[in-house]
């Protein structure tokens, strides 16, 4: 069990708080491994929630899954922040496309980082999602009062305390990314049955989600030459307020000329209420995009892997505390507005924009 004080929205380096490290509620955290039997395929999962009484409907959660080459240890830095936020962080970590998966394809180079991101492990890790959730649900039913204990998840022994499975947030870094997408409804270049029937069990669960640095649907496997209608298309399906973060240095690490320009059209291609119905209140897309902020800057780790160092410019890794300061501050309300309901932070969010430095992006645009 950590031990921190309790979750406030504050004001401190840069003109913005360093949420989940100084001002971090109290949490526990426990690991597990899960299998699907049906797809044979284990899961390592890692769980982090607030410490203290469970409210009566079960923590508020987010599932969260890690880009190539990740592990269920990735995203730190945004886990500490959400947890002090009040919010249950369940992060996943992908056999397919982990740190294993890409060490045996012969390690972090851009050749070999794409020979995992391949369709079929884009497919593999939205069923992981659908298949865990639903394994929680069946857990809570039997043992909705069991003690959580940091052991192999079994369906007599789960690791977690109760957890809200409907109306969670969904979030992923890079490959995250693009399974977060996936998972809130975007469409594949071609009708895949697989991955409809996933979307479709998912979506009664869906509060909002959270991509960093997202990528354009025609950029991903199987998919061919990228264009605004061709990404409309794609992502017009998407109806869950999603929130977008990505900079001016956030490139492409397997080599596909993907540009910070190009993860910023994401935001152009979702469904807005102009272009659809009329909206839902109060709710939006949103864009954070930051000026030196590479690949690295929100993958959310406080050290950056000595491997990957030679990749980051000087600017983002002199600017990464202001950087991860000012995204778990934004990332932070965006849950506590989505799935706690809480007005203040959503008021907030709208004012994100007045304290960005000079170059820096906010946008808000009302969601489907």
Known sequence: MRRRGAFAVGLALGGWAVVGTAQAATSSACEAQWLDSQRQRTLPLRLDWPSGAVPADGWPMVVYSHGLGGSRNGGEVWVQAWVAAGVAVLRLEHPGSNTAAVMAAGGFGPAALARTATAAEALARVQDVQGV????????????????????????????????????????????????????????????????????????????????????????????????????????????????????????????????????????????????????????????????????????VAQTPPMLLRTRSPAAQTLQARHHALITHVTALWWRAHLLGDGQALAALSAVGDRLAEHDRWRLRPTC
Not at 281 to 298: C, E, T
């Open 133 to 300: 959730l639903a394994f929680i649900d069946a857990a809570g039913a039997t043992h909705a009062s069991a003690a959580p204990r940091c052991a192999e998840a079994t369906s007599s022994t789960p690791p977690w305390p109760r957890l809200r499975t409907q109306r969670i947030g969904m979030a992923g870094h890079s490959f995250g990314a693009q399974t977060t997408l996936s998972v809130l409804g975007q469409a594949a270049p071609m009708p895949w049955p697989d991955l409809l029937r996933a979307q479709s069990a998912l979506a009664p669960r869906l509060a909002a989600g959270l991509a960093l640095s997202p990528m354009l649907p025609a950029q991903m496997p199987g998919s061919s030459s990228v264009n605004l209608a061709t990404a409309r298309s794609a992502l017009g399906s998407v109806r869950t307020p999603v929130l977008l973060a990505t900079g001016s240095a956030d490139g492409d690490p397997l080599g596909r000329g993907m540009t910070s320009e190009h993860r910023a059209m994401v935001f152009e291609a979702l469904c807005t209420a102009e272009q659809g119905a009329a909206g839902q209140k109060g709710l939006n897309n949103a864009l954070l995009w930051l000026q030196d902020a590479d690949h690295m800057s929100f993958a959310g």
